[in-house]
């Protein structure tokens, strides 16, 4: 099938491209004419946030996007907001506001209703603004729209500032910076490897490509569902790798069957039939282990698995059909290269030789260095983040600090108490109203509570509790858990009363809850769908536990450093970040699915030269350093790439990415280097023919499957007599 596939894209090349431009067009076309969106928003199915959240839209319709602040500000040496000149100011532009478009209220905080949203010493308040827009659908140029409406308050010398939803339009990068770096450090990487610059511009050209159709499709799927914008640049770094690695990887054996005098076209359709089948594998395996994210029952996990996956399956889907297309456009232009010889004196050849020759030597210090990596993972705890962590110059963060210093902390992040009562209130001044509120107040971690809201019919009431701590404390996580636990419920007992708690920080606090309860599972799921895989490859039950075993413990690694990085502070500031952060639930368990897949590459690349050679002489060691040594080079150019692209996003502002980023390409560099060099090669050592045992039952059970072989004839060579084993990878029957 794969064969003939290729084949059918190699005698046709022209046609194949002009298919591809032309859905890559109608792509941007349609991004271009409906918009690309991208949503913060966090749905919780089934959690008291998101109770409290329905229950409040109905009884308490507001704007779509709920109401946002426009923060103002002068210098303690300047005058108050409160003077003659300012509050003239404040009021134009308030009306100059209200008349921008999508804007459908503006309250200002000289207002009577409003009194409170100004600080006690006059130099900083806030207009509210309510839109007509949800905040998915806000733009940047909304944002400086409203801004630019500020001018009168500018003009009078007050700092105009936006926050929430609008400040993060305003503050929304683009990642064009972090992916133009990691294009020339690939660059950089192909031009070593290949010493021929057409051959390495086109990894480069297949991953761009991948990304062009990529981005696009995430940003429609956006109308239908919110993708996040973490996602969107997760796809990104993962789109852009992979597709690079595996046009590498297929490009490598292309040149090396021309350099066997095999003619263009025939090389095409056999490189896609062998490497082609081989990313097809390695790309299933991290759709499959994405999917393991939708056992959490959240949205956002969906949304987080299905931007990656859509970025693997648009690289698998190019290789596929565009790649042979295009070497058979590009021929000779490409080059040719023999296959790296196995028994060169050094490279990696050397390192297998040391390797096999003391395999405990070098097992037990590896193992030693992954399991001190590790050691600050067990420290690691689930949080939040808040605009508090973005960068200084960033609008956000202005803002935030600002209305902080000015209503304490817990301003930016404040809980939502909502009652459904038996019966309706007489008025605010009901008993039961009056009772749950003093209640809140006595709260420990408990600043302020805003007065009673009722409802149209008096049936639903809220308040609006502002803890003492930030979002992202976690003491604001254990006062929502106080609060449900004991307050709330020690308040309403035998009232006939229904509480819920919701906002900002307590729906983050049921989604690291729910993250938490759901990442078992989860992990279990990716643990055995890596292991089955690996089990249909290799047909070999120890191999397929090992490799499980080994990742975990690069994945355990890479949890250190992220650790040690980001919730310890240690080296924050070399990364551009103020001091230690939160680490969010969804990236450890993103990372994991992410980690898992991806290393099926270099397993399947790196073993399937071993054991062919191995069914060539039956020598475990020596199948080793002839396996490693072949596959090293690309193996580390593939693993370069990687590294260069996912670090390459330090350059985002957003420390989510930045996390992103430094566990991404940790975990690529042990995965290659201790891993693959070092962990795989002593355990095959010390294992020898037991790398290869299959029970009977299990063996009649499986299908048989060729995953490197190209289905050539030529394949198919008089072999020395060795211990029956299943089908080879590169062979196509047993000797």
Request: glycine share 10%.
């Given at each position: ?387 508090g962590d973005n960068a200084t110059t960033t609008a956000g963060r202005t803002a935030y600090d600002r209305l902080a210093d000015a209503f304490g902390p817990g301003f930016n992040g404040p809980l939502q108490v909502v009652d459904t009562l038996p019966t ?312």
């Amino acid at each position: 099938m794969f064969a003939t596939l290729g084949r059918r894209c190699a005698r046709s090349p022209k046609r194949v491209l002009a298919a591809w431009l032309l859905l890559l067009v109608t792509a941007v076309a349609a991004v271009l004419a409906y918009g690309a969106v991208t949503s913060e928003t966090v749905a919780l199915p089934g959690s008291d946030s998101q109770a409290a959240k329905d229950v409040a839209d109905t009884a308490f319709p507001a704007s779509a996007s709920g109401r946002q602040p426009l923060v103002l500000h002068t210098p303690a040496q300047a005058a108050p907001l409160t003077a003659d000149a300012q509050r003239t100011a404040v009021d134009e532009t308030a009306r100059a506001v209200a008349k921008v478009a999508h804007v459908t209220a503006v309250t200002g905080f000289l207002d009577p209703a409003g009194h409170s949203a100004l600080s006690a010493d006059g130099h900083t308040g806030y207009l509210s603004i309510d839109l007509d827009v949800p905040a998915r659908d806000l733009t940047s140029g909304t944002t400086a729209a409203i801004v630019a409406a500020a001018a009168p308050a500018t003009a009078a010398g007050i700092e105009v500032t936006p926050g929430g939803f609008l400040a993060a339009a305003a503050d929304k990068q683009p990642t064009r910076y972090s992916e133009l770096v990691g294009l020339v450090a690939a660059l950089l990487v192909l031009l070593v490897a290949f010493r021929n610059p057409l051959a390495a511009a086109l990894p480069l050209v297949m991953g761009v490509l991948g990304l062009g159709l990529t981005l696009p499709a995430l940003g429609l799927i956006g109308h239908r569902m919110d993708i996040p914008s973490a996602g969107e640049t997760v796809a990104a770094m993962i789109g852009l790798g992979v597709g690079i690695d595996y046009t590498l990887f297929c490009l490598t054996r292309f040149r090396e069957l021309r350099a066997a005098g095999v003619p263009v076209e025939e090389a095409a359709a056999r490189t896609t039939a062998g490497s082609g089948k081989s990313v097809a594998f390695a790309g299933t395996a991290v759709v499959a282990a994405l999917a393991g994210l939708c056992l959490g029952g959240l949205p956002l996990l969906y949304a987080l698995a299905l931007c990656p996956a859509v970025a693997v399956l648009a690289a698998m889907a190019l290789n596929l059909t565009l790649l042979p297309a295009l070497l058979a456009l590009l021929g000779g232009r490409l080059g040719s290269a023999p296959a790296p010889g196995a028994d060169r004196p050094g490279g990696w050849s050397a390192v297998a030789r040391t390797v096999v020759a003391g395999p405990w030597r070098c097992l037990l210090p590896a193992l030693a260095v992954l399991a001190l990596l590790a050691v600050p993972a067990t420290r690691l705890t689930l949080g939040q983040l808040d605009a508090g962590d973005n960068a200084t110059t960033t609008a956000g963060r202005t803002a935030y600090d600002r209305l902080a210093d000015a209503f304490g902390p817990g301003f930016n992040g404040p809980l939502q108490v909502v009652d459904t009562l038996p019966t309706p209130a007489s008025g605010a001044g009901d008993q039961r109203l009056t009772g749950l509120a003093a209640e809140l107040r006595r709260a420990e971690g408990v600043a302020s509570v805003g007065p009673a809201e009722l409802s149209a019919d008096g049936r639903l009431a809220r308040w609006q509790v502002v803890p003492t701590t930030a979002p992202a404390d976690p003491a604001t996580a254990a006062l929502v858990h106080r609060l449900r636990e004991h307050t709330l419920p020690a308040a309403t007992a035998g009232t006939g009363q229904v509480v819920h708690l919701g906002g900002t920080p307590a729906a983050q606090a049921d989604l690291n809850d729910r993250i938490a309860d759901r990442m078992p599972p989860i992990v279990a799921f990716v643990l055995g769908v890596a292991a089955l895989l690996l089990l249909l490859a290799f047909r070999s039950p120890l191999v397929a536990l090992k490799a499980a075993v080994m990742n975990l413990l690069a994945v355990g690694a890479a949890y250190g450093i992220l650790t040690a990085v980001f919730q310890l502070g240690h080296g924050a500031a070399l990364i551009g970040l103020d001091g230690p952060v939160h680490i969010p639930g969804f990236v450890p368990l993103l990372m994991f699915a992410v980690l898992f897949g991806l290393s099926m590459d270099y397993e399947v690349f790196l073993l399937s030269a071993v054991r062919e050679s191995y069914l060539r002489h039956g020598d475990t060691r020596r199948a080793v350093v002839s396996g490693l040594g072949s596959t090293g080079p690309v193996i580390t150019s593939a693993a370069l790439i990687m590294v260069s692209v996912f670090l390459s996003y330090l350059l985002s502002d957003d420390p989510v990415v930045k996390m992103f980023g430094i566990g991404l390409a940790c975990a690529v560099v042990l995965d290659a280097t201790v891993v693959r060099g070092i962990l795989v090669p002593a355990s095959m050592a010390l294992l020898d023919r037991g790398n290869w045992w299959l029970p009977r039952w299990l063996d009649r059970l499986l299908p048989h499957l060729d995953i490197e072989g190209d289905g050539h004839p030529g394949n198919e060579e008089e072999l020395p007599a060795v211990e029956a084993v299943p089908v080879p990878l590169g062979l196509t029957r047993l000797p």
